[in-house]
Protein backbone atom coordinates (compact mmCIF):
# COMPACT_ATOMS: atom_id res chain seq x y z
CA UNK A 1 0.00 0.00 0.00
CA UNK A 2 1.07 3.92 -0.60
CA UNK A 3 -0.09 6.80 1.47
CA UNK A 4 -1.16 9.47 -0.66
CA UNK A 5 -1.66 13.15 0.85
CA UNK A 6 -3.16 15.86 -1.45
CA UNK A 7 -2.56 19.32 0.97
CA UNK A 8 -4.56 21.91 -0.10
CA UNK A 9 -5.35 25.57 0.58
CA UNK A 10 -9.16 24.16 2.84
CA UNK A 11 -8.34 20.85 2.93
CA UNK A 12 -5.47 18.04 3.29
CA UNK A 13 -6.71 14.68 2.67
CA UNK A 14 -4.42 11.66 3.01
CA UNK A 15 -5.12 7.31 1.86
CA UNK A 16 -3.78 4.53 1.25
CA UNK A 17 -3.98 3.67 -2.31
CA UNK A 18 -3.03 0.38 -3.55
CA UNK A 19 -1.32 -0.48 -6.78
CA UNK A 20 -4.26 -0.48 -8.86
CA UNK A 21 -4.99 2.63 -7.75
CA UNK A 22 -7.69 1.86 -5.55
CA UNK A 23 -8.52 4.25 -2.56
CA UNK A 24 -8.40 1.83 0.62
CA UNK A 25 -8.89 4.20 3.52
CA UNK A 26 -8.76 7.69 3.43
CA UNK A 27 -9.45 10.88 5.74
CA UNK A 28 -9.52 14.48 5.62
CA UNK A 29 -8.77 17.67 7.89
CA UNK A 30 -8.96 21.33 7.51
CA UNK A 31 -6.20 23.12 6.08
CA UNK A 32 -3.92 24.54 9.51
CA UNK A 33 -3.14 28.29 9.72
CA UNK A 34 -0.04 27.68 11.65
CA UNK A 35 2.57 25.27 11.53
CA UNK A 36 2.21 23.86 14.86
CA UNK A 37 -1.32 23.30 13.83
CA UNK A 38 -0.10 21.97 10.45
CA UNK A 39 2.34 19.40 12.56
CA UNK A 40 -1.24 18.01 14.61
CA UNK A 41 -3.25 17.64 11.69
CA UNK A 42 -0.73 15.50 9.52
CA UNK A 43 -0.11 13.60 12.73
CA UNK A 44 -4.03 13.44 12.70
CA UNK A 45 -4.02 12.13 9.49
CA UNK A 46 -1.32 9.18 9.50
CA UNK A 47 -3.12 8.00 12.83
CA UNK A 48 -6.35 7.34 10.77
CA UNK A 49 -5.41 6.40 7.43
CA UNK A 50 -1.61 4.48 8.41
CA UNK A 51 -1.09 3.30 12.00
CA UNK A 52 -1.50 -0.37 11.18
CA UNK A 53 -0.37 -0.12 7.61
CA UNK A 54 2.20 -1.71 5.84
CA UNK A 55 3.35 1.61 3.65
CA UNK A 56 5.82 1.28 0.63
CA UNK A 57 5.85 4.84 0.08
CA UNK A 58 4.29 8.31 0.88
CA UNK A 59 3.54 10.62 -2.34
CA UNK A 60 2.77 14.37 -1.44
CA UNK A 61 0.73 16.30 -3.86
CA UNK A 62 0.87 20.38 -3.05
CA UNK A 63 0.14 23.60 -4.35
CA UNK A 64 3.19 25.88 -5.31
CA UNK A 65 7.22 24.95 -6.05
CA UNK A 66 8.51 21.93 -4.57
CA UNK A 67 11.78 20.77 -4.73
CA UNK A 68 11.11 17.10 -5.87
CA UNK A 69 14.64 15.99 -5.21
CA UNK A 70 14.20 16.66 -1.23
CA UNK A 71 10.70 17.55 -0.97
CA UNK A 72 11.35 21.02 0.30
CA UNK A 73 8.73 24.01 -0.16
CA UNK A 74 10.57 26.70 -2.03
CA UNK A 75 7.48 28.59 -2.49
CA UNK A 76 3.61 28.70 -1.40
CA UNK A 77 1.52 31.80 -1.60
CA UNK A 78 -1.50 32.28 0.36
CA UNK A 79 -2.43 31.33 3.66
CA UNK A 80 0.01 27.87 4.36
CA UNK A 81 2.95 30.40 3.50
CA UNK A 82 4.22 29.07 6.96
CA UNK A 83 5.26 25.92 4.69
CA UNK A 84 7.84 27.87 2.72
CA UNK A 85 11.22 26.21 3.66
CA UNK A 86 9.61 23.12 4.76
CA UNK A 87 10.87 19.71 4.10
CA UNK A 88 7.49 17.75 3.73
CA UNK A 89 9.38 14.47 4.39
CA UNK A 90 9.93 15.28 7.84
CA UNK A 91 6.11 15.65 8.83
CA UNK A 92 5.73 12.17 7.91
CA UNK A 93 8.75 10.35 9.20
CA UNK A 94 9.66 7.74 9.81
CA UNK A 95 7.63 6.56 6.48
CA UNK A 96 10.31 6.35 3.66
CA UNK A 97 10.26 6.76 0.78
CA UNK A 98 8.50 10.12 -0.11
CA UNK A 99 8.21 12.23 -2.90
CA UNK A 100 6.55 15.37 -3.19
CA UNK A 101 5.34 17.88 -5.76
CA UNK A 102 3.16 20.41 -6.88
CA UNK A 103 -0.14 19.06 -7.27
CA UNK A 104 -0.45 19.44 -11.37
CA UNK A 105 2.55 17.07 -11.84
CA UNK A 106 0.68 14.73 -8.75
CA UNK A 107 -2.18 14.58 -11.13
CA UNK A 108 0.14 13.75 -14.51
CA UNK A 109 1.76 11.21 -12.43
CA UNK A 110 -1.86 9.43 -11.57
CA UNK A 111 -3.06 9.71 -15.48
CA UNK A 112 0.52 8.16 -16.53
CA UNK A 113 0.19 5.33 -13.63
CA UNK A 114 -3.90 4.34 -14.07
CA UNK A 115 -5.43 6.81 -16.86
CA UNK A 116 -5.53 8.11 -19.79
CA UNK A 117 -1.79 8.49 -20.11
CA UNK A 118 -1.07 4.82 -19.35
CA UNK A 119 1.86 3.10 -21.51
CA UNK A 120 2.81 6.68 -23.12
CA UNK A 121 6.02 8.28 -22.65
CA UNK A 122 5.16 12.24 -23.37
CA UNK A 123 2.45 13.54 -22.44
CA UNK A 124 0.97 16.95 -21.52
CA UNK A 125 -2.15 17.80 -19.11
CA UNK A 126 -3.96 20.94 -18.30
CA UNK A 127 -5.43 21.15 -14.95
CA UNK A 128 -8.43 23.86 -15.70
CA UNK A 129 -9.60 24.96 -12.13
CA UNK A 130 -9.23 28.19 -10.06
CA UNK A 131 -6.52 28.74 -11.82
CA UNK A 132 -4.78 26.54 -14.93
CA UNK A 133 -1.89 24.28 -13.67
CA UNK A 134 0.18 22.25 -16.16
CA UNK A 135 2.43 18.85 -16.26
CA UNK A 136 4.64 17.76 -18.87
CA UNK A 137 6.32 14.02 -19.10
CA UNK A 138 8.90 13.56 -21.27
CA UNK A 139 10.96 10.15 -22.47
CA UNK A 140 8.56 8.96 -19.58
CA UNK A 141 10.24 11.48 -16.77
CA UNK A 142 8.22 14.23 -15.06
CA UNK A 143 9.93 17.55 -16.64
CA UNK A 144 10.78 20.03 -13.65
CA UNK A 145 12.86 22.21 -15.17
CA UNK A 146 16.04 24.06 -13.46
CA UNK A 147 14.09 26.37 -11.19
CA UNK A 148 11.45 23.30 -10.95
CA UNK A 149 8.69 25.38 -12.64
CA UNK A 150 8.47 23.58 -16.01
CA UNK A 151 5.12 22.79 -17.12
CA UNK A 152 3.03 25.67 -15.89
CA UNK A 153 1.14 26.15 -18.66
CA UNK A 154 -1.08 28.43 -16.78
CA UNK A 155 1.47 31.30 -16.91
CA UNK A 156 1.55 31.43 -21.35
CA UNK A 157 0.57 35.03 -22.56
CA UNK A 158 -2.60 34.69 -24.28
CA UNK A 159 -3.41 38.06 -24.97
CA UNK A 160 -0.59 40.76 -25.18
CA UNK A 161 -0.17 43.40 -22.56
CA UNK A 162 -3.82 41.56 -20.72
CA UNK A 163 -4.77 42.00 -16.67
CA UNK A 164 -1.94 40.92 -14.58
CA UNK A 165 -1.58 37.79 -13.16
CA UNK A 166 -0.45 36.30 -9.85
CA UNK A 167 2.86 35.16 -11.30
CA UNK A 168 3.77 38.67 -12.41
CA UNK A 169 3.22 38.58 -16.06
CA UNK A 170 0.47 39.90 -18.15
CA UNK A 171 -2.32 38.25 -20.07
CA UNK A 172 -1.63 34.67 -19.00
CA UNK A 173 -4.25 31.82 -19.66
CA UNK A 174 -5.08 31.64 -16.08
CA UNK A 175 -6.63 34.93 -16.50
CA UNK A 176 -8.48 34.71 -19.63
CA UNK A 177 -9.91 30.68 -19.26
CA UNK A 178 -9.69 29.52 -15.53
CA UNK A 179 -13.00 29.04 -13.34
CA UNK A 180 -12.27 32.41 -11.18
CA UNK A 181 -11.79 34.36 -15.10
CA UNK A 182 -15.21 33.01 -16.36
CA UNK A 183 -16.81 33.55 -13.29
CA UNK A 184 -15.74 37.29 -13.09
CA UNK A 185 -16.21 38.31 -16.45
CA UNK A 186 -20.40 36.76 -16.05
CA UNK A 187 -19.96 38.77 -13.08
CA UNK A 188 -19.40 42.15 -14.82
CA UNK A 189 -22.17 40.84 -17.36
CA UNK A 190 -24.82 40.79 -14.86
CA UNK A 191 -23.61 43.90 -13.51
CA UNK A 192 -23.31 45.95 -16.44
CA UNK A 193 -26.84 45.00 -16.98
CA UNK A 194 -26.72 42.57 -20.12
CA UNK A 195 -29.47 40.89 -20.66
CA UNK A 196 -29.30 37.14 -20.17
CA UNK A 197 -29.73 34.05 -18.17
CA UNK A 198 -27.05 34.58 -15.97
CA UNK A 199 -29.25 38.04 -14.93
CA UNK A 200 -32.22 36.41 -14.91
CA UNK A 201 -31.05 33.78 -12.02
CA UNK A 202 -28.11 35.66 -10.41
CA UNK A 203 -28.91 39.49 -10.12
CA UNK A 204 -30.00 39.38 -6.55
CA UNK A 205 -26.10 38.65 -5.85
CA UNK A 206 -23.70 38.26 -9.10
CA UNK A 207 -21.38 37.90 -6.54
CA UNK A 208 -22.26 34.12 -6.11
CA UNK A 209 -22.05 32.77 -9.83
CA UNK A 210 -19.85 29.94 -10.40
CA UNK A 211 -17.90 28.05 -13.18
CA UNK A 212 -21.24 25.63 -12.84
CA UNK A 213 -23.18 28.48 -13.56
CA UNK A 214 -21.85 29.96 -16.52
CA UNK A 215 -21.12 26.34 -18.63
CA UNK A 216 -24.77 25.94 -17.41
CA UNK A 217 -26.07 28.74 -19.25
CA UNK A 218 -24.18 28.58 -22.17
CA UNK A 219 -25.24 25.23 -22.70
CA UNK A 220 -28.47 26.20 -22.68
CA UNK A 221 -28.20 28.57 -25.25
CA UNK A 222 -27.41 31.98 -23.46
CA UNK A 223 -26.15 33.69 -25.42
CA UNK A 224 -23.74 36.28 -23.30
CA UNK A 225 -22.50 32.89 -21.21
CA UNK A 226 -22.17 31.41 -24.47
CA UNK A 227 -20.04 34.52 -25.83
CA UNK A 228 -17.97 34.01 -22.37
CA UNK A 229 -17.73 30.21 -22.80
CA UNK A 230 -16.54 30.89 -26.66
CA UNK A 231 -13.57 33.85 -26.32
CA UNK A 232 -12.47 31.36 -22.99
CA UNK A 233 -12.13 28.34 -25.22
CA UNK A 234 -10.32 30.84 -27.84
CA UNK A 235 -7.76 31.30 -25.75
CA UNK A 236 -7.15 27.71 -24.55
CA UNK A 237 -6.96 27.11 -28.34
CA UNK A 238 -3.88 29.29 -28.61
CA UNK A 239 -2.41 28.32 -25.58
CA UNK A 240 -1.97 24.84 -26.85
CA UNK A 241 -1.44 25.34 -30.29
CA UNK A 242 2.05 26.93 -28.75
CA UNK A 243 2.72 24.81 -26.38
CA UNK A 244 2.04 21.42 -28.70
CA UNK A 245 4.82 23.05 -30.95
CA UNK A 246 7.32 23.58 -28.35
CA UNK A 247 6.49 20.01 -26.51
CA UNK A 248 5.58 17.51 -29.06
CA UNK A 249 3.34 15.32 -26.91
CA UNK A 250 1.82 12.12 -28.47
CA UNK A 251 -1.28 12.87 -25.99
CA UNK A 252 -2.91 16.10 -24.49
CA UNK A 253 -5.12 15.02 -21.20
CA UNK A 254 -7.62 17.92 -19.57
CA UNK A 255 -8.63 17.99 -15.76
CA UNK A 256 -9.84 19.82 -13.12
CA UNK A 257 -13.57 21.33 -13.08
CA UNK A 258 -13.78 23.03 -16.57
CA UNK A 259 -12.87 19.54 -18.50
CA UNK A 260 -16.54 18.50 -17.04
CA UNK A 261 -17.86 20.27 -19.63
CA UNK A 262 -17.25 17.42 -22.01
CA UNK A 263 -17.81 18.14 -25.47
CA UNK A 264 -18.72 21.68 -25.33
CA UNK A 265 -14.66 22.23 -24.29
CA UNK A 266 -13.59 19.43 -26.64
CA UNK A 267 -14.78 19.63 -29.63
CA UNK A 268 -13.76 23.04 -30.41
CA UNK A 269 -10.05 21.72 -29.26
CA UNK A 270 -10.24 18.71 -31.35
CA UNK A 271 -11.44 20.86 -34.26
CA UNK A 272 -9.53 23.54 -33.92
CA UNK A 273 -5.90 23.25 -32.63
CA UNK A 274 -4.76 20.38 -35.63
CA UNK A 275 -5.76 23.26 -38.13
CA UNK A 276 -3.08 24.95 -36.09
CA UNK A 277 -0.27 22.39 -35.63
CA UNK A 278 -0.54 19.70 -38.58
CA UNK A 279 2.13 21.26 -40.86
CA UNK A 280 4.38 20.69 -38.03
CA UNK A 281 3.37 17.85 -36.18
CA UNK A 282 2.02 16.11 -38.77
CA UNK A 283 -0.57 14.34 -37.37
CA UNK A 284 -3.41 15.32 -34.63
CA UNK A 285 -2.26 15.09 -30.84
CA UNK A 286 -5.34 13.38 -28.81
CA UNK A 287 -6.99 15.76 -26.48
CA UNK A 288 -8.56 13.83 -23.82
CA UNK A 289 -10.42 14.28 -20.45
CA UNK A 290 -8.35 12.97 -17.13
CA UNK A 291 -9.97 9.62 -16.23
CA UNK A 292 -8.42 8.98 -12.97
CA UNK A 293 -11.28 11.27 -11.47
CA UNK A 294 -9.11 11.66 -8.30
CA UNK A 295 -11.27 14.90 -6.91
CA UNK A 296 -9.10 14.35 -3.64
CA UNK A 297 -5.83 14.18 -5.34
CA UNK A 298 -4.82 11.53 -3.41
CA UNK A 299 -4.37 9.09 -6.09
CA UNK A 300 -2.50 11.23 -8.03
CA UNK A 301 -0.09 12.03 -4.78
CA UNK A 302 0.55 8.34 -4.09
CA UNK A 303 1.00 7.70 -7.89
CA UNK A 304 3.96 9.63 -7.54
CA UNK A 305 6.13 7.83 -4.97
CA UNK A 306 4.60 4.75 -7.82
CA UNK A 307 5.86 6.22 -10.99
CA UNK A 308 9.23 6.67 -9.28
CA UNK A 309 9.75 3.07 -8.41
CA UNK A 310 7.92 2.02 -11.69
CA UNK A 311 4.87 0.29 -9.97
Known amino acids: MYLGIDIGGTRIKAAL ?40 GVGIGCK ?10 ESLPGTMDYLEGQTLADFVAPFAPVRA ?23 LMLTLGTGVGGAIAQAGVLVRGHSGVAGHAGHITVEPGGAKCICGNRGCLETRFSAKALELEAIGAVLRGCDSL ?10 AITCADVVNCAREGDAVARAIWEQGVSYLIDALAGLLHVVDPEL ?19 REVPLRTMRMLKRAVPIVPAQVGDGSGVVGAASLV ?6
Open 101 to 123: DNDARAALAGELMFGAGRGMRDV
Open 17 to 56: VDASGAVARSHVVASPLSLAEFRCAIAELLKATAADASVA
Open 198 to 207: LRQRHQANPL
Open 252 to 270: VILGGQIAAAGEMLFEPLR
Open 306 to 311: MYSKGA
Open 64 to 73: GIIRASDTLV
